[in-house]
């Protein structure tokens, strides 16, 4: 017995020690208290086992730490290694970048290396250039010198030969001849720049553009102060603003080796130099400056007039640019590469003259374009214009001023284009909640559309989102319109704070004009019906409550804080707030109109002897359509629903009322009296079971008081506390207005005197007939009082 309770308490102990084991230590407590209170020394025997336990742990603990002891003491072998290795690399690096420091001195200043290296290849170009035209001058200047020696110096000494007098003749026309060429050629030189003059504009607006592409940081950063753009110059080099010389093609080796075609290149200017020169030796120069500045002038007039179509595309503006640019940098060739024979007046006056009828061209011409993309491109070429055009020193302040004007025309035709775009949203719009069925279909929304809401997001898949599909749509055009807005805004050297508050104002004019438009012609027409303006209301919410995501995409563009002092806020979201309010009020008329439909078609027997004991069938799907219209207002914000309910009540409590009182209904029996009387009591449940949630008391049912309180004066015909309680405030008939009792009154009377309803009393009781007369005498003498 003894051995079995023994070998028992050692099972039990085993059993014990694997708990503890495998117990957490906060439970371990009623483990520990189930061996006290075992047998007597139980807790002795217990720990001995613990004892042994533990030691053979122990024992386990060591043999694991003798198994993996060698592998540790090779890994910390192998670490020192590495140390030794790494303080050795870590010296050769150190070593390895101060050589690079060292030998990259020697080439810091490449890029002065290289601006010396094409100012010296420009030198050689010219003096090259200049060799081959010293042979000529020297001609023509030897003999116009010979000339002029034989006239005063040698023809003198030996004029009485007759010879010598025909040569003295013969000089002075000979003069004319040679200022004849020379005009001749000039003349041609005149004819080969106006038909060169679009090439020689192209390719100086295109050297324009490479080198704003190249230095497009550096041109980001300028923008943000002072915008100072480089000199071009004809040779194909630039001037920059401390009168350094740098080479426009600086890109790549096999770009700076590439031939740039130069006005040289396009036009030959010997004919103007050795005419300039022929007349300034015959002394006529005053002669030809005059021609040259008078035929010059002409010529800008012509180019200056524009294609009559240039509007209707981008190579027409092109092509005009080209043209104007070309005039200009020959002119300015001319200015440089003479003395006098331009000067810096007369060229700005052409300018001036130029810049004036430019303006009025593009003014004009830029009012007849309705595509964006058109006028997106017309700016662009504006930009490059003016900046090629101020790079050779004439002021553009006027063209960058216009393209204010053509942004305000870029965003009329974008909010044209958006407009067609708003509309076509909300005719495909299928105004339900929008469904996804999968976690992946629900995040494609919500990257489109900022939307959260806890209490959806917990639900489980398949779910509806409350907003339809037209609401992501939108939204996305809204940032797909500011981009477009954006693209107006580059390269005008303008501050990021210009820029944000353009994009504000543009997107404002799209929020509260063109879309409210749009929203406002929605909810106007025809086919949106009543649980279509239900969604749209819901749908103007989340565009409302998403405009401070609109914000924050902005500043995000723009990198300008909101808190700004000059920052424009978004004052769009009343668009939404109005679009709510007016289809919160077509609601009202909507429903009103469906009220309407229901009641023409009410067939009351007015001249019925008893009612039929249940109320219209007219009645009943009129309450039955309030109930399940209802139904679908539980998705508005609560105010709106409770309106609606409200203004249904009141306008079914006034129509019934007018259908008793129309003026063309002559006669009214008692029994359809009592009919019209189940009806309203119709009406009066449907009040009272709560369609909408949120009225106190009997607020809706006070919308049928009216006519509750003139149908029981009637039905229970208790004129005499009628007219006793008149004008009391507490009388029981204080909503029934004597007018309306006595017009009632009088159509319960048959002319006919056949079947009158009186007719009972006056052939059983004439004392009851005399009491209603009575009656309608005092109310007819309360209708005067009123009116008196």
């Known amino acids: 017995m003894a051995e079995n309770e023994t070998l028992e308490c050692i099972t039990e102990h085993e059993r014990i020690l694997q708990e503890i084991e495998s117990t957490d230590t906060a439970c371990v407590g009623p483990t520990l208290r189930s061996i006290y209170d075992d047998q007597p020394n139980a807790h002795k025997r217990f720990m001995e086992k613990l004892d042994a336990r533990i030691r053979n742990h122990d024992r386990e603990i060591e043999k694991m730490c003798n198994f993996h002891h060698q592998g540790f003491v090779d890994a910390i072998t192998e670490l020192l290694k590495v140390r030794a290795d790494a303080e050795k690399l870590m010296g050769q690096v150190t070593d390895t970048n101060r050589r690079l ?157 590439e031939e740039i075609l130069t006005a040289q290149d396009l036009v030959d200017f010997s004919p103007v130099y050795r005419c300039l020169h022929i007349y300034t030796v015959l002394g006529d120069r005053e002669t030809f400056e005059n021609y040259y500045r008078k035929q010059r002038k002409k010529q800008a007039r012509l180019v200056l007039q524009p294609q009559a179509n240039m509007h209707e595309t981008v190579e027409g503006y092109r092509k005009y640019f080209n043209q104007i640019v070309g005039f200009f940098v020959v002119e300015d060739h001319i200015l440089h590469a003479t003395r006098g024979l331009v000067t810096r007046a007369f060229t700005d006056e052409l300018w001036n003259m130029a810049l004036s009828k430019i303006i009025a061209v593009l003014r004009t011409h830029s009012s007849y374009c309705d595509d964006p993309d058109l006028v997106l491109e017309l700016k662009n070429l504006i930009v490059i214009f003016a900046d090629t055009l101020q790079g050779y020193g004439f002021p553009v302040n006027r063209l960058f001023d216009l393209l204010f004007e053509v942004r305000d025309q870029y965003n009329e035709t974008l909010l044209k284009k958006w407009a067609l775009v708003f509309r076509e949203i909300f005719e495909l719009d299928n105004y339900s909640p929008i469904p996804v069925d999968t976690e992946e279909e629900y995040k494609l929304v919500v990257s489109r559309f900022p939307f959260h809401d806890a209490e959806i997001e917990k639900q489980d898949f398949p779910k509806k989102l409350p907003m339809s599909q037209s609401v992501p749509q939108i939204y996305t055009q809204v940032k797909e319109f500011i981009y477009a807005s954006l693209k107006f805004s580059e390269s005008l050297h303008r501050s990021s704070t210009e820029i944000d508050d353009m994009l504000r104002k543009s997107t404002n004019l799209l929020l509260t004009r063109t879309l409210s438009s749009c929203l406002q012609n929605l909810i106007k027409k025809p086919h949106i019906g009543l649980t279509e303006l239900v969604q749209i209301i819901i749908n103007t919410t989340h565009l409302e409550q998403a405009c401070r995501y609109l914000e924050e995409f902005i500043t995000n563009i723009t990198n300008v804080s909101p808190e700004t002092v000059h920052t424009t806020r978004l004052y769009g979201l009343s668009t939404f707030k109005d679009a709510r309010h007016a289809a919160e009020g077509e609601i009202y008329t909507k429903l009103n109109q469906k009220i309407d439909e229901f009641i023409q078609l009410a067939d009351y027997e007015w001249g019925m002897a008893e009612s039929d004991g249940r109320a219209s069938g007219y009645l009943m799907d009129l309450i039955n359509f309030l109930r399940s219209t209802f139904q679908v207002f539980t998705h508005l914000p609560g105010k709106v629903a409770q309106t609606a309910c409200m203004s249904a009540c009141k306008h079914l409590s006034t129509s019934l009322m007018q259908m008793l009182l129309d003026t063309e209904l002559k006669q009214i029996s008692m029994g359809a009296i009592q009919q019209f009387n189940l009806d309203v009591i119709q009406c009066e449940l449907f009040a009272s079971s709560e369609p909408v949630p949120g009225f106190q008391g009997d607020t809706l049912q006070l919308a049928f008081i009216d006519l509750r309180q003139l149908l029981d004066l009637f039905m229970v015909w208790d004129w005499s506390t009628y007219l006793a309680d008149y004008g009391q405030p507490t009388s029981k008939y204080l909503r029934v207005n004597p007018a309306t009792a006595l017009a009632l009154l009088e159509k319960m009377k048959d002319t006919s005197k056949k ?34």
């Open 755 to 788: 079947n009158n309803i009186f007719s009972q009393f006056r052939k059983n009781d004439r004392d009851k007939q005399k009491l209603i007369e009575t009656v309608v005498k005092q109310l007819r003498s309360l209708v005067n009082g009123m009116s008196s």
């Open 101 to 257: 420091q060292e030998a990259g001195r020697e080439v810091i200043h490449t890029e002065e290396v290289i601006r010396c290296r094409i100012q010296q290849r420009n030198m050689a170009t010219t003096v090259e250039k200049l060799q081959l035209c010293i042979p000529e001058f020297c001609l023509y200047y030897a003999a116009l010198k010979t000339m002029e020696q034989l006239e005063k110096v040698y023809i003198p000494r030996v004029s009485q030969y007759r010879f010598c007098q025909i040569m003295a003749e013969n000089l002075p026309r000979l003069r004319e001849e040679i200022k004849e060429i020379s005009m001749s050629d000039l003349k041609d030189f005149l004819e080969s720049i106006r038909k060169h003059s679009d090439k020689v504009g192209e390719t100086a607006m295109r050297q324009a553009q490479q080198h704003r592409t190249f230095n497009s940081a550096v041109a980001k950063q300028a923008s943000m102060g002072h915008y100072t753009k480089p000199v071009y110059s004809l040779n194909g080099r630039t001037h920059t603003p401390n009168g350094q010389l740098m080479d426009d093609d600086t890109g790549d080796e096999e770009e700076a080796d």
